[in-house]
């Protein structure tokens, strides 16, 4: 059974205008999202800004309220737990936020950051606490003088390592890091990003790691789901993905990312798409890049194409495309990889 | 022989504040020819944004003063021009494009209004006019309905179409150098795409030498010709992009290449960061400033700046390590194992 089950989640803000505050449209930041995990796997979920990947973690963990759609994590339903179910669930699911300056409280020390959680959720004595506190500061390797500090004395990597650590305190199993890279600088990204992936080994986290920097997700991630204008428009196995993309989308986002190798980037072919993500409040009709895509025909502007099973790759990959690239025996016609 | 556009040697600037003097740039020394891009590389704090405000003389002063150095263009020293003749030389020699698309242009003020006064600035021409050129000038930086566009306010434009319109000020005086801060840094990665096509096409109409500030080596790979690495205010490794990437000399070079987590590499390899924190400017030791993360660091790093050491054609390091020592520690690196490479 699979660990997270997520099954056509919804979630529309209404657009209030005027004196009466009346709904005049919406928002759908997130239109049928869909998708399963397995324990200990890291599933990346890839978009350019506005895409509603934040807003799918957010309704995944409840933060905001879903619209519409159906959230299974171990066998419990998510949507309809009780406030004692949603408890627990708390303490299994948990989240790494980008920010590193807004998401500590700057007037709290950094060991009673680390120990809320464990204060809101009545965990042990104070002295329990003390201890895991400690223990938790050494797992992200920071030391117990660091839990007497406040934010403000520490560099972003370190905060986000504060972020890690209070995350981690109750001990969840599935936790969203949510572009917990995005805002450090190279040198630093990478001692992060091997964090994360040392506390997976020992702890058998399973992540959603969610981020907008397709070399940052190819590293990390076993499967990666790429989500366009609030829909998942191709998941596949993290290889197959980066080497056989099926989705036009894919395949442009893919060859946008400059390549930190001259030869490379001297000789690959680069797909440019025209314009901008339209806007979320105003979806176009029918396949939601149908504006920007290379491969668009009559057929693209009048339904969306759902997210069905290539066949070819086994049944991990799915796209939603009535075009979609075909590679001819499994040879990459893609972006460049030896 | 290339056309030398502008000659920048031992650039000095600090900073007096009530900390303390932060020492942003220390003796930083390029040159730039026509048609050249120069990409200066660095992590946030490295000094290349200061650096390049220097050039400008765009360093808010207070607190912040160019204490040494020389930028020399057309054969005049920048540093000792005065402010009017420094307005003549910014927009019409040199123009800049920050990385904030958002704050750089004033949302009170119609786009075409802001292009046409840097137009009606520097060029002799009547408001009309001006704003012609400036129809003109943002479809030549692909922006559609350029005539009507011209007419709205920045916040009706896109991110990228903000950066677009910011590329069409810059170019609108036809300046030799273009100086890029952080152009794509804001911008999500198929606008990002967009954008770098935009400048290249740019500095092959107007044969201008760019230089490009980023801390991205994916786009520096695409679009530099050489190579400036920057840490803690210093230059610490120059030379062809060739050169950096495939021969990379300081270990703080090795360091931001195997940091980087890669689209074209398929194995998962492990990345291997470097330790540690950036330097704190105000407490810079006189020596190395990457001497407390550097892990190979002898006793003369901390106390004694090294000198220029030249390893190539225009390819320059700041190292003590001696060369063939060099060449042996990097050869121990994961990245720059043969099979790798």
């Known amino acids: 059974m699979s660990l997270l089950e997520v099954r056509d989640i919804r979630k529309h803000f209404p657009i209030k205008t005027g004196v009466l505050r009346r709904t005049t449209g919406h928002v759908y930041a997130v239109d049928g999202v869909s998708f399963s995990m397995e324990k200990g796997e890291t599933l990346g979920l890839v978009g350019e800004s506005g895409c509603g990947k934040s807003t799918a973690a957010r309704v995944i963990l409840r933060l905001l309220e879903a619209t ?27 989240i790494v936020f980008q920010d590193p300056y807004s998401s500590l409280n700057p007037r709290m020390r950094v060991r009673d950051i680390i120990a809320e959680p464990l204060r809101i959720h009545q965990i042990g ?23 007497e500090r406040y934010p403000h004395e520490f560099s972003g990597g370190q905060r986000q390592r504060i972020g890690v650590a209070r995350a981690l305190a109750l001990n969840p199993r599935f936790i969203i890091c949510d572009e917990p890279v995005s805002a450090l600088d190279v040198s630093i990204r990478a001692q992060m990003i091997n964090l994360l992936e040392d506390l997976q080994d020992e702890l ?16 990390i991630s076993d499967r990666v789901a790429v989500m366009y204008l609030g829909k998942i428009v191709e998941i596949a196995g993290r290889d197959v993905l980066y080497d056989l993309p099926q989705h036009p989308y894919t395949e442009a986002l893919l060859s946008a990312v400059p390549i930190p190798d001259p030869e490379t980037e001297r000789t690959r072919r680069r797909i440019i798409l025209e314009g901008d993500v339209p806007s ?7 396949c939601v890049f149908h504006p920007r895509c290379p491969r668009a025909q009559e057929r693209c502007t009048s339904a969306m194409p759902p997210l069905e099973s290539t066949g070819d ?19 990459a016609a893609g972006p460049p990889s030896s | 022989m290339a056309e030398r556009l502008l000659e920048v040697a031992g650039l000095t600037t600090h900073f007096f504040t009530h900390a303390g003097v932060v020492k942003a740039v220390n003796g930083v020394s390029f040159t730039l020819d026509r048609r050249e891009t120069l990409g200066i590389v660095g992590e946030s704090g490295s000094g290349k944004t200061v650096a390049a405000l220097s050039v400008m003389r765009l360093v808010p002063d207070p607190p912040g003063k160019v204490v040494a150095g020389s930028v020399t263009l057309d054969g005049r020293d920048l540093l000792a021009l005065s402010d009017d003749e420094m307005r003549q030389v910014r927009g019409n020699d040199i123009a800049m494009i920050f990385q904030d698309p958002m704050t750089s242009l004033n949302p009170v003020y119609k786009v075409g209004d802001q292009i046409a006064e840097a137009v009606m600035l520097h060029q002799d021409k009547g408001k009309k006019e001006a704003w012609r050129m400036a129809a003109q000038l943002l479809a030549r930086v692909g922006i559609p309905d350029a005539d009507q566009r011209v007419d709205q306010y920045p916040h009706e434009f896109s991110g990228g179409m903000r950066q677009r319109a910011m590329i069409a000020m810059a170019i609108s005086c036809n300046p030799d150098i273009l100086i890029a801060d952080e152009p794509t840094t804001a911008l999500d990665v198929t606008i990002q795409a967009q954008i770098i096509e935009v400048v290249k096409e740019m500095q092959e109409q107007y044969e201008s030498g760019v230089i490009l500030i980023t801390h991205d080596l994916g786009v520096v790979a695409e679009m530099a010709d050489k190579i400036m690495v920057m840490y803690g205010g210093r230059t610490v490794e120059y030379g062809p992009v060739d050169a950096i990437f495939y021969d990379p000399q300081h270990p703080y070079t090795w360091g931001l290449l195997g940091s980087l987590p890669r689209l074209d590499i398929v194995e998962k390899t492990r990345l291997t960061p470097i330790r540690g924190n950036p330097p704190d400017l105000i407490a810079l030791a006189e020596g190395c400033p990457f001497s407390g993360r550097c892990g190979y660091e002898r006793p003369e790093c901390r106390d004694t700046w090294p000198e220029l050491e030249r390893v190539g054609p225009d390819h320059g390091v700041h190292c003590h390590i001696p060369a063939e020592e060099r060449a042996e520690l990097r050869s121990l690196l994961p990245r720059f194992t043969p099979e790798v490479a």
């Open chain 1, 204 to 219: 058998g986290l399973t992540y959603l790691f969610i981020a907008h920097d397709l070399s940052v997700v190819k590293h």
């Open chain 1, 68 to 94: 519409d759609g159906k959230i299974v994590f171990d066998g419990l339903d998510v949507l309809q737990a009780s406030r004692a179910e949603m408890q627990q669930l708390r303490r299994d699911m948990q």
């Open chain 1, 125 to 147: 004595t104070d002295k329990e606490r003390q201890d895991r506190v400690l223990a938790l500061l050494d797992t992200v390797g920071l030391n117990a003088e660091h839990g």
């Open chain 1, 313 to 331: 790759a086994g049944a991990d990959h799915q796209v939603a495309c009535y075009f979609p690239t075909r590679h001819e025996g499994g040879a």
């Open chain 1, 280 to 286: 979320p409040a105003n979806p176009p009709r029918g």
